[in-house]
């Protein structure tokens, strides 16, 4: 940080005035939502007494639909909030590095990569809060994601997502270098080349619950950067006019529609097809219909969890 205000200091002191500005507003927004009463202690609030045991079972037993914004926290959202404003003062930090204080590229992406952590930090609250309604996840899991989401809100950090978050960027880097085969649909090869570009997490993860069909079909939608209803529309529509193979931007042609196939390294384009792909799963959820029910990064996550849980088990007894 020094360095880069030292470096603004001398080639663009204006930037570096308004960055201070926004640092000094960052600092500002963590210390007032520091005010709210700990989500980690016992608290009174300004009707009731408050335990941290008694949120982890109201986040598990609540199970309507909808959005729970007005059934949450406040220091939870204002926390959402504060962690958006730092992710774009982050990401002003990586292009003043590089555009201005003319840093090297080492540099500039520690800057870039904070930024995308963070991204990863604020898609983790969803993954959790879907994890958490899925009764088919065990009520042991289901707590001990109650309790790590008490903990991302208080703190708006998560280790476990901290471990997870470079798997998934490169995955979505790798995914970035692919050109799945829109004709066939399959994905095939382009799934075996992930694979074979991540660590032994991911190759477990394919191995062991690639054959389920929420997962199989969740891989496609990450694959593709399309719905599964609309991988069924384009198979359909290829097959019944004989084209074996189209390129990304012939997509939406096919389709009759706009879809965002077009990929980059931008950590929003990675939210933003997330966020799509997770109301898409929560909807179908919702109206009992056929595809996916989770996000690629639900299944990922939770066999990720489930692993360190079992892991946990085993140690105990070991050591019994």
Do not use: C
């Not at 290829?238 to 390294?265: A, H, P, W």
């Not at 939210?271 to 989770?294: C, F, M, S, W």
């Amino acid at each position: 940080m020094k360095k880069l205000q030292d470096s603004l200091e001398k080639t663009a002191p204006d930037r570096l005035a308004r960055l201070q500005e926004r640092l000094d507003d960052v600092t500002s927004l963590a210390q007032s939502i520091a005010r709210f009463p700990s989500l980690l202690e016992r608290a009174n609030t300004t009707t009731s007494t408050r335990t941290p045991m008694a949120l982890v079972e109201s986040i598990i037993s609540y199970q309507e639909e909808g959005d729970t914004v007005l059934h949450m926290p406040s220091k939870a959202i204002l926390g959402k909030g504060f962690l958006v404003a730092k992710i774009h003062t982050f990401f002003s930090m990586s292009k003043l590095a590089k555009n201005y204080a003319l840093m090297d590229e080492k540099e500039v992406k520690e800057y870039y990569d904070e930024t995308v952590s963070m991204m990863f930090t604020l898609m983790a609250e969803d993954v959790y809060m879907n994890l958490i309604k899925d009764k088919s996840v065990s009520i042991d899991l289901r707590r001990e994601l109650a309790n790590s989401l008490i903990i991302l809100w208080e703190h708006r950090s998560d280790q476990t997502i901290s471990d997870i978050a470079p798997v998934l960027q490169s995955v979505w880097s790798a995914r970035r270098r692919l050109a799945p085969a829109f004709g066939s649909m399959m994905g095939t090869s382009e799934l075996m080349m992930v694979t074979f570009q991540m660590d032994d997490q991911w190759g477990a993860f394919i191995k062991e619950k690639l054959s389920e069909p929420d997962v199989a079909q969740a891989m496609e939608e990450f694959l593709f950067g399309v719905s599964y209803e609309q991988i069924l529309r384009l198979k359909g529509i290829l097959r019944d006019q004989g084209v074996k193979s189209i390129g990304r931007d012939e997509v939406s042609s096919y389709l009759g529609e706009r879809v965002k196939t077009d990929i980059n390294l931008d950590y929003r384009d990675f939210y933003l097809l997330y966020t799509v792909r997770r109301d898409n799963a929560r909807a179908r959820q919702r109206l009992h219909i056929e595809g996916p029910k989770n996000t690629l990064e639900d299944h990922f996550i939770r066999f990720i969890m489930e692993k360190n849980q079992e892991k946990q088990k085993n140690d105990t007894f070991a050591k019994i």
